[in-house]
């Protein structure tokens, strides 16, 4: 039992549905290398609303009009999201500032300076173009915020934009058909799970 392996965790509350790795014995020496991998993502987003959290649990911070975009417009805006990029993160995000994570620190009403980082998007396509809701597949690297992607859109194209449904279907190397759900969590299932983790990995 040394290989790590996924399972499906989904938040029906706030429509969040995320692949993570979990490490099992001596697996868990290699989490770093694979929490720091590719990620696959399916997003879908609400034009004309902004929120402080980049999601639909944040408080609304600005409303926009959205009715001069069009999908050709939302498309073209996406090409300057692609390859190496930088991009601040969410202020609410588990990053860590001085031992503290910064979500903590605002929310304790502390002022927090995030700075950009270089993260990478490999390749990010519309999936579909329904006003104010648009859906995109994102292919990127570790550290890449896919709510910052999307607040970031909304403003590049004139408006503003949050996240109101997330799902991260792939981490490599592993796919979505690899995943364990939480509702499968027999001892026979994740010892056949970890076998397979194993041939995988």
């Known amino acids: 039992m040394r290989v790590p392996q996924y399972y499906l965790s989904c938040d029906k509350q706030h429509h969040t549905v995320f692949a993570a790795v979990i490490g099992v014995g001596f697996g868990c020496k290699i989490l770093p290398k694979l929490l720091h991998g590719n990620k696959k993502y399916r997003v879908t987003g609400r034009l004309g609303i902004a929120t402080d959290t980049y999601n639909e649990t944040g408080n609304v911070t600005k409303e926009c009009s959205y009715s001069h975009i069009s999908r050709q417009m939302l498309e073209e805006a996406l090409s300057r999201f692609h390859g190496e990029i930088l991009q601040t993160p969410p202020l609410y995000s588990a990053l860590k500032l001085h031992g503290h994570r910064i979500a903590d620190l605002t929310r304790a009403g502390v002022s927090v300076e995030v700075r950009p980082r270089s993260v990478t998007c490999h390749t990010i ?36 934009a949050h996240v109101t449904e997330l799902h991260r279907f792939q981490q490599d190397p592993f796919m979505e058909q690899d995943m364990l759900d939480s509702s499968d969590w027999t001892l026979q299932n994740i010892l056949t799970a970890i076998q397979k983790a194993e041939e995988i990995h």
């Open 125 to 160: 396509r519309c999936l579909e173009f329904s006003p104010p809701v648009f859906t995109l597949e994102v292919h990127c690297g570790g550290g890449f915020y896919v709510r910052s992607l999307v607040h970031d859109l909304g403003n590049v194209l004139g408006s503003c």
